[in-house]
């Protein structure tokens, strides 16, 4: 069983189960004996649709505990994300520490499209029983489930959808990028514990 640090800080949100935090940092911050860490970016680049890591190449892998599964997620995988975690949390046989981490604009400062893709991810989670959440995680929960009805509009509307949008995205794609639940397959990058163990989806 993963033991938190004695004296964590306060910002390691280490008391829940379910965290969330921005970019590369927050993901330090959050990171901490997880047993998951799950990588939110709702709108990728402008040309190969990869996902926007903050200004640079970063490793997913190196953000998280060495045999944490780390997951890439946003609004069109959100419960598929979900379950294959409920599914971790089975294999594992105890509670699982999630670490949502928000990618965030280049600067990995707010970004309204990551808020809502991260929070449609703890709102799937709490639909499957995993609700102990941060307060952090509630409020990008609660956002998401206030706004569900408006995200494709939200997304392409939000600074980093005419960020996109300028960058040469087409409207077509931010759509598609904003379409909830639209995958039925987890974006599993590294999967928890056994080297090489088959991804959920």
Do not use: C
């Amino acid at each position: 069983m993963r033991v938190n640090e004695q004296n964590p800080s306060p910002d390691a949100q280490a008391k829940y189960q379910v965290r969330f935090d921005w970019g590369r940092r927050g993901a330090a911050r959050i990171g901490a004996g997880v047993d998951i860490l799950v990588w939110v970016d709702v709108l990728p680049d402008a040309a190969g649709r990869t996902p926007n890591l903050g200004g640079g190449a970063v490793d997913l892998a190196g953000l998280a505990p060495i045999d944490a599964a780390v997951l890439e997620a946003g609004l069109v995988d959100a419960s598929a994300a979900a379950r294959w975690i409920l599914a971790e949390q089975e294999r594992l046989g105890r509670r699982a520490f999630i670490a949502v981490v928000g990618a965030g604009d280049a600067d990995e400062r707010f970004a309204a499209d990551d808020l809502l893709g991260a929070g449609a991810v703890i709102d799937a989670l709490a639909g499957l029983g995993v609700d102990d959440t941060s307060p952090e995680a509630a409020v990008a929960a609660a956002a998401f489930g206030g706004l569900r009805r408006a995200v494709r509009h939200l997304t392409s509307a939000s600074t980093s959808g005419r960020s996109a949008a300028a960058a040469g995205l087409s409207a077509a794609e931010l759509h598609t990028a904003a379409a909830l639940d639209s995958s039925d397959t987890a974006r599993v990058l590294r999967a928890g514990g056994t080297a090489g163990k088959a991804s959920r989806g």
